[in-house]
């Protein structure tokens, strides 16, 4: 079990905590808990009281 207080890194995770925590994200996937950026945004803004500001920004193709 992990310590929620604690923020987990992947630089830092031994390999059974990366994967226990990349089979909950797969197990979430399966149930339909699925986000879009837009949705992650406003979660975020609301959790952290942060502020974003989206940003569209044109990326050229390289030639």
């Known amino acids: 079990m992990t310590d ?3 923020l987990l890194s992947v630089a ?4 059974e905590q ?3 925590e990349l089979k909950k994200g797969y197990a979430s996937i399966k149930a339909g808990k699925i986000y879009s ?3 992650v945004d406003k979660i975020l803004e609301k959790e952290f009281d942060l502020k974003l500001t989206p940003i ?5 193709c390289p030639q």
Not at 12 to 15: G, I, K, L
Not at 56 to 60: H, R
């Open 4 to 6: 929620k207080s604690i």
């Open 12 to 15: 830092t995770m031994t390999r």
């Open 18 to 20: 990366l994967d226990t």
């Open 37 to 39: 950026a837009d949705e």
């Open 56 to 60: 569209k920004k044109e990326i050229p």
